[in-house]
């Protein structure tokens, strides 16, 4: 199988790593010392469930790459509009199936605008993974899974392939014929995550150990829930309860991608995670109260964070 990685950091680097070590033929697209780094010393993974090395073709031109079997489009959010349009049309032949593993609610969406809807896959990954160092992925816990389904509910042959090579990787790899209500299921709990951990500052387990705060997370969840089901997305009344019962068990040190990249100064996702559930909210007619003030605490800081990257580009 070849496999095209868009945005090989975090997430991308991980899969794409593990895939590659179980023979699959993987490029990646990435950008800066990162890049650098891959081409020069591979990417290595260091991982609770087992360390990786993988050699493998680097390049910031998916022209160089060509048509694959399948890509997994990793990048932040807020480049999806740009990088698909970019990079897509080098990657993409009759067969290709492209998957997101972003955070978001609507990247399949942008996806389809330069692709087509047919060549769409939905797709999350769960998983806590970082760039420890250029050329370095730290996955410090989390199940390391992906979910995968055909937006139309459809097991076709192309997801039971990827699921195969999944398998053969070592990767927990599930298929979902509601692929849908398992976006918003993700969607629910990094929106509760990330809006806890980054405007508190705290790891998950002070958020879990303060009522108040603990009581903020399950509104954040049941919050974005209410707007899924204003949206028609199936979703069983006990949503929220399995939300609220995976966080408890998680790792008390865990942040979100979100608090990252606010104290690191780095452009965040805030528009993408609780800014297009105020807009969808709002065109629905729902109430969300807890999702509204998060965003509003947040957004002067994402602002002030995106300027920062826009000067420091310009340098």
């Known amino acids: 199988m070849r496999v095209a990685v868009v945005g090989a950091g975090a997430v991308g680097g991980y899969f794409g790593a593990r895939l590659a070590t179980a023979g699959a033929d993987v490029h990646l697209v990435a950008r800066g010392p990162h890049l650098d780094a891959i081409r020069s010393r591979g990417l290595r993974v260091h991982s609770v469930l087992g360390d990786a090395h993988a050699a493998v073709p680097a390049t910031d031109d998916a022209a160089e790459i060509g048509p694959c079997d399948v890509v997994l489009f990793c990048v932040k959010a807020y480049a999806t509009g740009a990088a698909a349009a970019q990079h897509l049309p080098h ?33 999350l990954a769960l998983i806590f993974a970082s760039i420890a160092e250029p050329g370095v992925i730290a996955h410090t816990g989390g199940p390391a899974k992906l979910v995968l389904g055909e937006l139309d509910g459809r097991v076709t042959e192309r997801v039971e392939r990827l699921r195969r090579w999944c398998a053969q990787a070592g990767i927990d790899a599930e298929i979902s014929t509601d692929i849908q209500a398992a976006l918003w299921h993700k969607y629910a709990f990094i929106c509760a995550q990330a809006g806890t ?117 310009r340098v």
């Not at 593993?101 to 996806?111: A, F, K, S, V, Y």
């Not at 452009?267 to 559930?277: I, P, Q, T, V, Y």
């Not at 105020?278 to 800081?301: C, F, I, K, S, Y």
Request: charged share 25%; aromatic share 4%.
């Open 197 to 313: 951990t980054a405007p508190i500052r705290l790891p998950l387990g002070e958020i879990r150990a303060n009522p108040a705060s603990w009581a903020l997370f399950r509104r954040l969840v049941e919050e974005a829930y209410a707007v899924a089901r204003s949206c028609g997305v199936a979703i069983a009344p006990g949503a929220a309860d399995e939300r609220v019962a995976f966080a408890e068990q998680l790792e008390p040190g865990a942040f979100s991608s979100l608090h990252d990249d606010l104290v690191a100064g780095r452009r965040m996702e805030l528009d993408a995670l609780h800014g297009a559930l105020v807009r969808l909210a709002d065109e629905h007619g729902v109430d969300v109260p807890a999702t509204a003030t998060v965003h509003a605490l947040l957004a002067p800081l994402a602002a002030r964070n995106e300027r920062g990257a826009a000067a420091q580009h």
């Open 91 to 123: 990657l993409v032949g009759e067969e290709t199936a492209v998957v997101s593993l972003q955070n978001g609610i609507d990247n399949e969406r942008r996806i389809a605008a330069v692709v087509g809807d047919a060549r769409v896959l939905g797709g």
